[in-house]
């Protein structure tokens, strides 16, 4: 083994052993990454379409349902074409050609979309018009399509297929089976399901296309966590994503073989090879023999993710659009297709003549077989397998088990009410007092009366018991009982007014024949047949004990609800009956299997059931809310979920207004004003009464401002000095005077938003900034003067002036484009518009801003503190930093753009500081310089670049949408916001340390959830220049709130540095790199 090899190979291994670990870190960063490809798609790519593939038009219409769904919660833009796609008639046409025959039906709907419900058909109509436009100018439709659709990026998910290890997610589709893996992230939204995961994983992946066209492929029972944006996909061909296995699981799964001469990426430390062989559940002498055991003693394991790029891409559109030929052909011999063992295979040159010999192997080979198969191999993909029951158990118990939400949307009785393990998972469910639930055990999307008891390692699925009147009551405690290990669910049935009641042990395999190890609810089917007196012909129509399974066993009686249960519990083996009596009962029935249900699922009434079970679930979780006074929900969310019930959704949210506490009455200190009004707007608008919503709004920014007021223990008609300015005889002792207030600007590492209110009146903040100097001057100033004639001259650096005569004729509000409304409302603020100074003294105000509008250094909150300052100095007030922090806090409600304390803590006090919020009445603020080692301050100045990037931002717009979300208790928001606080801590420990390279690492994740907070922070333009900025920094973000203005760029060295700013001279980016110090102690 070569050194090199050596050293690879340790630091794979090295990631190996950690991935475990960062594999829910992996998938949270995917879920910051859809959330803002589905807000600004126009920014941040996403696909253009997303097909799934279903066994039948049913399961299609289900599918449907699910991403429609998908939409209207935010999983999938608006702008992105979702289609589910069934396999012909319904019949097994194998995962390749179910490939071809999506691929297909996107095709004509792309030239017909009225023909397919999806909520962007206008797009689509749009995009067949062009299409058609070109079938005018001379091309055939085929090729107009094939044209366009080379420049899509689509994602195809099979989700086809009966789900036979894991029967009660047939019929939901595995996919869609719950994973609430994060959902304490969104607690009031939809329980998150596999499905989702897999958007958010592949979110990323849109990176690796390059805004080229292409095609990536994922299976449905699969939770592949790594980071797909890092994939390396070559041109021109199709790549197949590997990972490293050990032997003795490569025998039961897809092996891929590699050419060990050509690594496209040899130079990177990725693996991108050349395929040269597919294996299928190999054994060892064939993984030797085909050279597929890798230096370290490993092979590398089929994930079943597929990208197709290039020339492999647009043969492969062509070759979709022969599929409904070839389709045909497979269905006249009853073959198959597979995707794994055939369609891929045609990219393998080693496989053709095997390939030749399958069902279209010919055909596959012709139109595919000119461009190459690659392996890409992820080192740090952790792979979720949900191919059956007690795999989806174990994931939501093993190491992950931490990030698992384990109540959610769910109405559950006291603790003494009831007896509920702590590591059960509840899910949008139901329970009544006295109900019982083991360890381990999943209950979703079902209600459970009093006297059920649900064993541990159970799971429970559309389930709802309510006591019936049980053949052999078990007594007054307990009515139903699951034992340990089973699972239980009920499927509508087409043409049945019943809901047919199926069960089976955890650790059946439905698959498995009565002639080998077959069991039923955890019993080997001879045991089952004896104890119960049944005979094989009862429950199999064939004779051959080998094709005898749980699949279609006829043991599922279709009776009066009362009846199924008894049957259940008969068929479980609890010894609570008589056996001849529940025989002769089973008997006498009509019985199915699950290969008959699975044909017959009504999904419409399942969505149906499902959408008001929900819609209930959380109109009663919005009830308790309001009843109870605390309105510690996000009643936005919930009321999208309580509108799915078309029937009752509106009247609901109309009943809870009037549920509203009259807001007199109510105790501010318990339930702050702004927050009683946002829950009102949030009701109208759920009733679709947005002017009465609009108008109510106004009342939610008065209330921010009086409470912010409040909290800095001045109202807006108070006075900001107890000192009287004027004698009993009206003379003026404060004529002549003169002041002069010159600040730095600030930048800020993190924490801002922390320190905005109303968070910051209702939570602790916590913010890290630094003043500086730029080109060796203090940027913001103001120099404020008394006269001898009456009235105020107010002028700026702009030109711009203004003379009022009076002004006590100061008032609210103001015109968001007068540009004296900062100094006016600092007028009203110092109590000068309310005759603190005799009408007989005048004052003339001059300010200047030598930065760039927009700028996001805090330049206006820095500019009020400068005059308020200059004002109070001449009042012989309190100016003192403290003071005058506060009533800027204030000074902004008035202007109307609101704001936190960091933009004027950052100017009026100098260095680096980390300041932290308490609170109250009122609002302390403790704000800590850091003694910083000379060395760490000269290393900043000297890897800090400060950018102004020429985007102009202006901030109250971000800080608008914000303050909402806030109000609406936004949970996505509310955790974002306590981790930026969270980092100013760690940032400033990080400094004192003179750990400048963590600081970059913290600049990163704090840029990373200022774009979750709000989508709009950047744009294209700031994008590109942090990515062109990437190879020389180990950190940057923008300034402030962002949406423009200056950015903060911390280059891996001093070197590097330099480099950078003579990077960015010679670029088309047109930025100015600024000088700046920083302003320590009065000395720029």
Same mark, same amino acid.
């Given at each position: 083994?070569?050194?090199?090899?050596?050293?690879?190979?340790?630091?794979?291994?090295?990631?190996?052993?950690k991935?475990?670990?960062?594999a829910?870190?992996?998938?949270?960063?995917?879920?910051y990454?859809?959330?803002?490809?589905?807000?600004?798609?126009?920014?941040?790519?996403?696909?253009?379409?997303?097909?799934?593939?279903?066994?039948?038009p049913?399961?299609?219409?289900?599918?449907?349902?699910?991403?429609?769904?998908?939409?209207?919660?935010?999983?999938?833009?608006p702008s992105?074409?979702?289609?589910?796609?069934?396999d012909?008639?319904?019949?097994?046409?194998?995962?390749?050609?179910a490939?071809?025959?999506?691929?297909?039906?996107?095709?004509?709907?792309?030239?017909?979309?009225?023909?397919?419900?999806?909520?962007?058909?206008?797009?689509?109509?749009?995009?067949?018009?062009?299409?058609?436009?070109?079938v005018n100018?001379?091309d055939?439709?085929?090729s107009?399509v094939?044209?366009s659709?080379?420049?899509?990026?689509i994602?195809l998910?099979?989700?086809?297929?009966?789900?036979?290890?894991?029967?009660?997610?047939?019929?939901?589709?595995?996919?869609?089976?719950?994973?609430p893996?994060?959902?304490?992230?969104?607690p009031?939204?939809?329980?998150p399901?596999?499905?989702?995961?897999?958007?958010?994983?592949?979110s990323?992946?849109?990176?690796?296309?390059?805004?080229?066209?292409?095609l990536?492929?994922?299976?449905?029972?699969?939770l592949?966590?790594?980071?797909?944006?890092?994939?390396v996909?070559?041109?021109?061909?199709?790549c197949?994503?590997?990972v490293?296995?050990?032997?003795?699981?490569?025998?039961?799964?897809g092996?891929?073989?590699?050419?060990?001469i050509?690594?496209?990426e040899?130079?990177?430390?990725?693996?991108l090879?050349?395929?040269?062989?597919?294996?299928?559940k190999?054994?060892?002498?064939?993984?030797?023999?085909?050279?597929?055991?890798?230096?370290?003693?490993?092979?590398?394991?089929?994930?079943?993710?597929?990208?197709?790029?290039g020339?492999?891409?647009?043969?492969?559109?062509?070759l979709?659009?022969?599929?409904?030929?070839?389709i045909?052909?497979?269905?006249?011999?009853?073959?198959?297709?597979s995707?794994y063992?055939d369609l891929?295979?045609?990219?393998v040159?080693a496989?053709?003549n095997?390939?030749?010999?399958?069902?279209?192997?010919?055909?596959l080979?012709s139109?595919l077989g000119n461009?190459?198969?690659f392996?890409?191999?992820?080192?740090?993909l952790?792979?979720?397998?949900?191919?059956?029951?007690?795999?989806v158990?174990d994931h939501?118990g093993e190491?992950h088990?931490?990030?698992?939400?384990?109540?959610?949307?769910?109405?559950?009785?006291?603790?003494?009410?009831?007896?509920?393990?702590?590591?059960?998972v509840?899910?949008?469910?139901?329970?009544?007092?006295?109900?019982?639930?083991?360890?381990?055990?999943?209950?979703?999307?079902?209600s459970?009366?009093?006297?059920?008891?649900?064993?541990?390692?159970?799971?429970?699925?559309?389930?709802?018991?309510?006591?019936?009147n049980i053949?052999?009551?078990?007594g007054?405690?307990?009515?139903?009982?699951?034992?340990?290990?089973?699972?239980?669910?009920?499927?509508?049935?087409v043409?049945?007014?019943?809901?047919?009641i199926?069960?089976?042990g955890?650790h059946?395999n439905?698959k498995s024949?009565?002639?080998?190890?077959?069991?039923?609810?955890?019993?080997p089917?001879?045991?089952?047949?004896?104890?119960?007196?049944?005979?094989?012909?009862e429950?199999?129509?064939?004779?051959?004990?080998?094709?005898?399974?749980?699949?279609?066993?006829?043991?599922?009686?279709?009776l009066?609800r009362?009846?199924?249960l008894?049957?259940?519990?008969?068929?479980?083996?609890?010894?609570?009956?008589?056996?001849?009596?529940?025989l002769?009962?089973w008997?006498?029935s009509y019985?199915?299997?699950?290969?008959?249900?699975?044909?017959?699922?009504?999904?419409?009434?399942l969505?149906?059931?499902?959408?008001?079970?929900?819609?209930?679930?959380?109109?009663?979780i919005?009830?308790a809310?309001?009843?109870?006074g605390?309105?510690?929900?996000?009643?936005?969310?919930?009321?999208?979920?309580i509108?799915q019930?078309?029937?009752?959704?509106?009247?609901?949210?109309?009943?809870?207004?009037?549920?509203?506490?009259?807001?007199?009455?109510?105790?501010?200190?318990?339930?702050?004003?702004?927050?009683?009004?946002?829950v009102q707007?949030?009701?109208?608008?759920?009733?679709?009464?947005?002017?009465?919503a609009?108008?109510?709004?106004h009342?939610?920014?008065?209330?921010?401002?009086?409470?912010?007021a409040?909290?800095?223990k001045?109202?807006?008609?108070?006075?900001?000095?107890s000192?009287n300015?004027?004698?009993?005889?009206?003379?003026?002792?404060?004529?002549?005077?003169?002041?002069r207030?010159?600040?730095?600007?600030r930048?800020?590492?993190?924490?801002?938003w922390?320190?905005?209110?109303?968070?910051?009146?209702?939570?602790?903040?916590?913010v890290?900034?630094?003043?500086i100097s730029l080109?060796?001057?203090?940027?913001?100033?103001?120099e404020?003067?008394?006269?001898s004639?009456k009235?105020?001259?107010?002028?700026?650096?702009?030109?711009?002036?203004?003379y009022?005569?009076?002004?006590?004729?100061?008032?609210?509000?103001?015109?968001?484009?007068?540009?004296?409304?900062?100094?006016?409302?600092?007028?009203?603020?110092t109590?000068?518009?309310?005759?603190?100074?005799p009408?007989?003294?005048g004052?003339?105000?001059?300010?200047?801003?030598?930065?760039p509008?927009?700028?996001?250094?805090?330049t206006?909150?820095?500019?009020a503190?400068?005059?308020l300052?200059?004002?109070?100095?001449?009042?012989?007030?309190?100016e003192?930093?403290d003071?005058v922090?506060?009533?800027?806090?204030?000074?902004e409600?008035?202007m109307?753009?609101?704001?936190?304390?960091?933009?004027?803590?950052?100017?009026?006090?100098?260095?680096?500081?980390?300041?932290?919020?308490?609170p109250?009445?009122?609002?302390?603020?403790?704000?800590?310089?850091?003694?910083?080692?000379?060395?760490?301050v000269l290393?900043l100045?000297?890897?800090?670049?400060v950018?102004?990037?020429?985007?102009v931002?202006?901030?109250?717009?971000? &800080?608008? %949408?914000v303050v909402? #979300?806030y109000? +609406?208790?936004?949970?996505? /928001?509310? !955790? $974002?916001?306590?981790?930026?606080?969270?980092?100013?801590?760690?940032?400033q420990e990080?400094l004192?340390?003179?750990?400048?390279?963590?600081?970059?690492?913290i600049?990163?994740e704090?840029?990373?959830?200022?774009?979750?907070?709000?989508?709009y922070?950047?744009?294209e333009?700031?994008?590109?220049?942090?990515?062109?900025?990437?190879?020389?920094?180990?950190?940057?973000?923008?300034v402030?709130?962002?949406?423009?203005?200056?950015?903060?760029? &911390?280059? %891996?060295?001093?070197? #590097?540095?330099? +480099?950078?700013?003579?990077s /960015?001279k !010679? $670029?088309?980016?047109?930025?100015?790199?600024?000088?700046w110090?920083?302003?320590?102690d009065?000395?720029?």
């Amino acid at each position: 083994m070569s050194p090199l090899f050596g050293e690879m190979e340790k630091e794979k291994r090295m990631i190996m052993g950690k991935k475990k670990g960062e594999a829910m870190e992996v998938l949270r960063k995917s879920w910051y990454h859809l959330r803002l490809s589905v807000r600004y798609p126009a920014r941040v790519s996403t696909w253009d379409a997303i097909l799934l593939t279903a066994a039948s038009p049913e399961q299609a219409e289900l599918y449907e349902w699910q991403l429609q769904r998908a939409k209207r919660v935010g999983r999938i833009a608006p702008s992105t074409i979702a289609l589910s796609v069934p396999d012909p008639e319904g019949a097994r046409i194998g995962s390749g050609a179910a490939t071809l025959n999506a691929l297909h039906a996107l095709s004509c709907h792309l030239i017909h979309p009225s023909n397919t419900q999806v909520p962007n058909a206008e797009i689509a109509f749009s995009q067949s018009l062009e299409l058609r436009d070109r079938v005018n100018d001379g091309d055939s439709i085929t090729s107009a399509v094939k044209k366009s659709m080379e420049k899509m990026r689509i994602l195809l998910l099979h989700a086809g297929g009966d789900s036979k290890r894991v029967p009660w997610a047939n019929p939901m589709g595995k996919v869609f089976l719950p994973l609430p893996y994060l959902a304490s992230d969104d607690p009031d939204g939809p329980v998150p399901l596999l499905f989702d995961h897999v958007l958010a994983i592949s979110s990323s992946a849109i990176q690796a296309f390059e805004n080229k066209g292409g095609l990536l492929i994922m299976t449905g029972d699969v939770l592949p966590c790594f980071d797909t944006s890092s994939m390396v996909l070559p041109d021109n061909a199709s790549c197949i994503i590997t990972v490293p296995i050990t032997l003795d699981v490569a025998r039961n799964h897809g092996v891929v073989v590699t050419s060990t001469i050509e690594n496209l990426e040899q130079n990177s430390g990725r693996e991108l090879n050349l395929v040269e062989n597919l294996l299928q559940k190999p054994s060892l002498k064939e993984l030797e023999a085909n050279n597929a055991i890798r230096q370290d003693g490993r092979t590398l394991l089929d994930t079943g993710i597929i990208s197709v790029r290039g020339k492999a891409w647009a043969d492969l559109l062509l070759l979709s659009s022969s599929s409904p030929s070839m389709i045909s052909e497979l269905l006249r011999c009853g073959k198959e297709m597979s995707l794994y063992e055939d369609l891929v295979a045609a990219w393998v040159p080693a496989k053709h003549n095997w390939l030749k010999s399958r069902p279209l192997g010919i055909e596959l080979v012709s139109g595919l077989g000119n461009q190459n198969l690659f392996s890409y191999c992820a080192f740090d993909l952790s792979f979720l397998h949900f191919g059956t029951s007690t795999e989806v158990l174990d994931h939501l118990g093993e190491a992950h088990s931490r990030y698992v939400g384990r109540r959610h949307l769910c109405s559950i009785p006291a603790t003494t009410e009831c007896d509920i393990a702590a590591s059960a998972v509840i899910l949008s469910s139901k329970l009544a007092p006295g109900v019982s639930i083991g360890e381990d055990s999943l209950i979703y999307d079902s209600s459970l009366s009093t006297g059920v008891q649900i064993g541990s390692r159970c799971i429970i699925v559309g389930v709802h018991l309510q006591r019936e009147n049980i053949v052999g009551s078990i007594g007054n405690s307990s009515w139903f009982i699951l034992p340990d290990r089973h699972c239980l669910w009920e499927v509508p049935l087409v043409g049945c007014s019943q809901r047919v009641i199926l069960f089976c042990g955890l650790h059946d395999n439905p698959k498995s024949s009565h002639a080998k190890d077959g069991t039923f609810c955890g019993k080997p089917w001879k045991k089952v047949l004896h104890e119960h007196g049944i005979q094989q012909s009862e429950l199999w129509n064939t004779s051959d004990a080998q094709e005898q399974c749980l699949w279609n066993a006829k043991i599922f009686p279709v009776l009066p609800r009362h009846e199924m249960l008894s049957l259940a519990m008969w068929l479980l083996g609890l010894r609570l009956y008589n056996n001849e009596d529940m025989l002769s009962l089973w008997r006498n029935s009509y019985r199915v299997s699950l290969e008959e249900i699975h044909r017959s699922i009504d999904f419409r009434q399942l969505c149906l059931d499902s959408s008001i079970h929900q819609a209930d679930l959380a109109a009663g979780i919005a009830k308790a809310c309001i009843s109870y006074g605390l309105f510690g929900r996000n009643l936005s969310r919930l009321c999208t979920e309580i509108l799915q019930n078309e029937v009752s959704g509106t009247t609901a949210c109309k009943n809870f207004l009037t549920l509203c506490p009259n807001l007199q009455a109510l105790d501010s200190g318990i339930l702050p004003r702004s927050r009683a009004y946002q829950v009102q707007v949030d009701l109208h608008k759920a009733c679709g009464e947005d002017e009465i919503a609009c108008n109510i709004e106004h009342d939610v920014w008065s209330s921010v401002a009086e409470e912010t007021a409040a909290a800095v223990k001045y109202g807006l008609e108070g006075s900001a000095t107890s000192q009287n300015t004027g004698d009993a005889n009206g003379k003026n002792p404060l004529y002549p005077k003169r002041a002069r207030v010159e600040l730095p600007v600030r930048v800020d590492f993190v924490g801002g938003w922390s320190d905005t209110p109303p968070w910051s009146l209702e939570r602790i903040g916590r913010v890290l900034n630094m003043a500086i100097s730029l080109e060796d001057c203090l940027p913001i100033g103001t120099e404020i003067e008394t006269t001898s004639t009456k009235g105020v001259t107010i002028d700026d650096d702009a030109g711009n002036q203004t003379y009022i005569e009076d002004a006590n004729s100061i008032h609210t509000p103001f015109n968001e484009e007068d540009p004296f409304r900062l100094v006016k409302s600092a007028l009203i603020v110092t109590g000068i518009s309310q005759g603190k100074i005799p009408l007989s003294t005048g004052l003339q105000i001059r300010t200047w801003a030598k930065v760039p509008r927009g700028s996001g250094l805090g330049t206006s909150s820095i500019l009020a503190a400068a005059v308020l300052k200059g004002l109070l100095h001449i009042m012989e007030g309190d100016e003192s930093n403290d003071n005058v922090a506060g009533l800027v806090l204030v000074l902004e409600q008035i202007m109307g753009t609101g704001g936190g304390w960091q933009d004027q803590i950052g100017g009026l006090y100098p260095g680096i500081k980390c300041t932290t919020s308490f609170p109250g009445k009122p609002l302390r603020l403790h704000v800590i310089p850091l003694t910083a080692a000379p060395q760490m301050v000269l290393e900043l100045e000297q890897r800090l670049l400060v950018v102004f990037t020429g985007q102009v931002r202006l901030a109250h717009q971000v &800080l608008q %949408k914000v303050v909402v #979300r806030y109000l +609406q208790r936004d949970s996505l /928001l509310i !955790s $974002s916001i306590k981790r930026l606080a969270e980092l100013a801590k760690i940032g400033q420990e990080a400094l004192m340390n003179c750990e400048v390279d963590e600081l970059g690492d913290i600049m990163l994740e704090a840029w990373r959830i200022h774009q979750e907070l709000d989508p709009y922070c950047s744009n294209e333009f700031v994008d590109q220049l942090f990515k062109f900025a990437s190879q020389f920094c180990c950190g940057y973000k923008l300034v402030g709130a962002g949406g423009g203005g200056f950015a903060l760029l &911390l280059a %891996k060295d001093k070197d #590097r540095a330099k +480099q950078l700013r003579n990077s /960015l001279k !010679s $670029s088309d980016f047109n930025v100015t790199v600024y000088n700046w110090s920083i302003y320590l102690d009065g000395v720029a």
